[in-house]
């Protein structure tokens, strides 16, 4: 993959970018954000994709996070370099149903910085929705890194106004204050919220079974109510899921029945009924 691409990043306008047809192929683009650092974004992106594929959906996971990709590690894919078939890049396979590309898989030195500008980082988006070999794909999750910058603002224009976002908070106000601005920034782009997910919402204690509300509980919940989106749940704190993630083991791959893995399957359900509603208005039967 060329680091230096000439590529034409995001526009100063809100408006859509056109770019070839490679992404034809996926019915259902999910980009999962978060106006708030530290609300474990990449780890609920990354149980998604997962839950996805162990539901028999074909998926892609992309992780857009320029200067701190953490997909590969949480995914068990550290180290692991792409192969390639020309000018396509070969994603790589977590199973038989997901397929994986990440920053962190081109970069020489894991511990080098990546110091690049707005333009740059968005011609190298545009390589990964153009130039990987994707093939046909239920759904493609997109991990972008916190805020509403050059990543995100790149992955929606260029995906268009039938992407999808998927909002993570955790309960804390000063984190709800900048999650906000993440559903206001997606209606600027015309794109819609399939919902808000409150992560580390809680810690359910396994000796007495008490949850106990760490940082508070339910501001996402009301966050969503105010703003006219639907709430897909409260992921409890869970330290298996910090270690799954350490480990390279998704968690949902090995934890079926805790709350949190209920709490990720519910996300996931919602995210199989909107996949399965692109497929139906791609077949024409919508």
Same mark, same amino acid.
């Given at each position: ?6 590529? %034409? ?24 954000? /978060? ?6 974004? /990449? ?16 998926? *892609?996971?992309?992780? $857009? ?7 590969? +590690? ?36 894991? %511990? ?55 909002? $993570? ?8 204050? %900048? ?29 007495? *079974? ?8 339910? *501001? ?13 749940? +409260? ?7 910090? +270690? ?21 399957? +519910? ?20």
């Amino acid at each position: 993959m060329n680091q230096s691409p000439s590529g %034409d990043g995001a526009n100063e306008s809100l408006q859509p970018l056109e770019i070839p047809g490679a992404i034809a192929r996926i019915k259902s683009k999910i980009v999962v954000l /978060s106006g708030k650092g530290g609300v474990g974004k /990449s780890t609920v992106a990354a149980n998604l994709a997962a839950g996805l594929a162990l539901e028999g959906l074909r998926t *892609g996971l992309l992780d $857009v996070d320029v200067h701190g990709p953490s997909i590969p +590690r949480i995914m068990g894919l550290a180290g692991v370099k792409p192969e390639m078939a020309g000018d396509a890049i070969l994603p790589v396979e977590w199973n038989w149903n997901l397929k994986v590309v990440s920053m962190g898989f081109f970069l020489a030195n894991p %511990d080098e910085a990546v110091i690049w500008r707005g333009p740059v980082k968005g011609g190298v988006i545009k390589q990964f929705l153009t130039q990987v070999a994707w093939g046909d794909l239920d759904c493609l999750v997109v991990d972008c890194p916190p805020g509403t910058g050059d990543e995100p603002l790149s992955v929606l224009q260029m995906l268009g106004e039938d992407a999808t976002a998927l909002v $993570v908070t955790s309960p804390q106000d000063v984190a709800i204050d %900048d999650v906000r601005r993440s559903i206001g920034f997606c209606r600027e782009l015309g794109n819609p919220v399939l919902g808000i997910v409150e992560n580390l919402s809680g810690f359910h204690c396994p000796q007495c *079974g008490t949850v106990h509300d760490i940082f508070k509980s339910g *501001g996402g919940e009301r966050l969503a109510e105010s703003a006219g989106v639907p709430f897909l749940g +409260r992921i409890p704190i869970d330290g298996e899921v910090g +270690r799954a993630a350490d480990q390279g083991e998704a968690y949902l791959a090995v934890k079926g029945t805790s709350p949190a893995a209920s709490a990720f399957k +519910r996300v996931v359900a919602a995210a199989v009924r909107h996949a399965a509603g692109r497929g139906r208005e791609a077949s024409g039967d919508a």
